[in-house]
């Protein structure tokens, strides 16, 4: 969501004259001596020490891939938490716990990402970071909080999960970094680092030595960047909320017509993914996620934990053939989004295109139909399922059905990054991977 919607709720016909205004203000400025050539780089004090490739002509003339940094043995691991200021103290969060969750929950719910208008906010719910961030493997000790010690109150967190990636198809041992928050009134005191840290100390206490993570903000290092998309379902809310608006020289009924979701699933026999279906898919994942540089390897019990539906978290579907064979597979997962200050609107529902794979047709036409068929059966489920609107990055193959699924371009660009580990960057549609 972050960054990444199209308009703040202005009518289009206003943008010519907000521009304008803007340029004028500017050119004021620039005559007043106010504002001259454009910013130098940002420093990066802490990024600039950790094993991550410094600039983008570093990373594209890599020539073989491989870690910055040695792994080390563990008794040369720091054993003891990096010190924090005095008044606040290190936490492992206990996500069983149900109050504790609910800490994190209100953490993330009024200090996590929001758009660059502050027009909406993630809000994650605890189902779903129950979801994410107890997959099979997971570790107590990588779901890490900073608590002011007089009140308990948590401030701060950062969590990792495990994960077996595939870079170039080497296997990799790595943990997922995600949802890094510090409370709104503790920002830009550097605390980021600290936790960003003690994080990976505590993996590399587990020999663990590469990480994987996505941002909104560009950082050393990106290994890959996409754009969002968006298709919106429900466009009335997605236009008095702002997230979206009616094109110039169209009605709002016209718009809505334009974009009404097909009422049947257009596959036939597409059913609801089962626990049964776990194997099956685990195979076409791992066959279809192979034409990817970087990808993950999920085990059965892990496509167990990350695909078989859970209601109001991820959503799969699957097409068996009359000899038993599932040819495709479809999933997305739910965030909704806090719409701030609105009179009427609370909460954007918002679908997130997450894996997939599908049968190849003997031309690129058919295959590029083929895929998009799944994703408009996919469309329908996500209507069905009560979703506002249908999000996906410009990764897999996903930029061959923009156009035939009616997506719009979205502001927000996510990057991903690897930590530790030296490679070229990825075009998009070598990205096979999607985090919560
Ligand atoms: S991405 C989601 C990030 N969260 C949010 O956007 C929520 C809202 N924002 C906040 O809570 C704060 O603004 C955060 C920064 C916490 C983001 N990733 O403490 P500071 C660098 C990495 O004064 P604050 C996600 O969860 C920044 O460039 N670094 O700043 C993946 C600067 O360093 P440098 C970031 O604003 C996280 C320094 O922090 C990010 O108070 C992956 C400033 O620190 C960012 N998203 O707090 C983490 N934002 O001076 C890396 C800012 O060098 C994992 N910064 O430019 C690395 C792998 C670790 C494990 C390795 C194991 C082997």
């Known amino acids: 969501m972050s960054n990444n919607k199209r308009a703040n709720g202005k009518k289009p016909q206003d943008v010519d004259e907000d521009d304008l205004m803007a340029t004028v203000q500017r050119i004021a400025a620039l005559s007043a001596g106010q504002e001259d050539a454009p910013k130098p780089p940002p420093e990066h004090k802490f990024w600039r020490t950790q094993p991550v490739p410094q600039t983008h002509e570093e990373q594209v003339a890599v020539e073989a891939d491989g870690p910055l940094e040695p792994n080390k043995p563990r008794d040369q691991v720091r054993q003891t938490p990096l010190p924090l200021p005095a008044g606040f103290e290190w936490c492992e969060v206990d996500i069983t716990d149900e109050n504790e969750l609910d800490q994190v929950y209100t953490l993330l719910f009024n200090n996590y990402v929001e758009d660059t208008e502050g027009n909406f906010r993630f809000g994650y719910p605890k189902d779903l970071l129950t979801w994410a961030l107890k997959p099979p493997g997971w570790k107590k000790t990588w779901h890490v909080g900073v608590r002011v010690s007089a009140s308990r109150k948590l401030v701060a967190f950062i969590s990792g999960i495990p994960a077996r990636m595939a870079v170039n198809k080497t296997e ?10 510090v409370l709104k009134k503790l920002r830009s005191k550097r605390l980021a680092p600290v936790l960003i840290k003690e994080i990976t100390r505590r ?6 030595f590469q990480a994987l993570y996505t941002a909104g903000t560009a950082l050393p290092g990106s290994v890959g960047a996409c754009r969002y998309w968006h298709r919106s379902i429900n466009v009335r809310k997605l236009v008095e909320t ?7 020289g169209k009605t709002f009924e016209q718009q809505e017509r334009r974009l009404r979701v097909g009422s049947t699933p257009k596959l036939d026999g597409i059913r609801e993914m089962t626990v049964r279906d776990v194997p099956q898919v685990k195979r076409g994942l791992e066959e279809y996620n192979a034409r990817f540089g970087l990808h993950p390897h999920f085990s059965e019990e892990e496509i167990a934990h990350w695909m078989v539906p859970r209601k109001g978290v991820v959503h799969s579907y699957v097409v068996e053939n009359k000899e038993g064979k599932i040819t495709h597979f479809f999933s997305f997962y739910r965030i909704p989004s806090k719409v701030l200050n609105h009179p009427k609107h609370t909460e954007l529902n918002a679908a997130y295109s997450f894996y997939y794979f599908y049968p190849e047709g003997k031309t690129a036409i058919e295959t590029s139909n083929n895929l998009i068929e799944l994703f408009t059966d996919g469309l329908h489920f996500a209507d069905k399922t009560g979703h506002d609107v249908f999000n996906c990055l410009e990764l897999m193959e996903n930029s061959e059905v923009l156009d035939a699924c009616k997506f719009a371009r979205g502001d927000g660009v996510l990057h991903y990054y690897l930590y530790n580990w030296r490679c070229k960057p990825f075009p998009g549609d070598k990205l096979g991977v999607v985090l919560m």
């Open 172 to 181: 990799l041992p790595m943990v997922e970094i995600n949802f890094l928050c």
């Open 203 to 208: 993996c590399n206490l587990e020999g663990i």
């Open 242 to 248: 702002g997230f979206s608006y009616v094109p110039i």
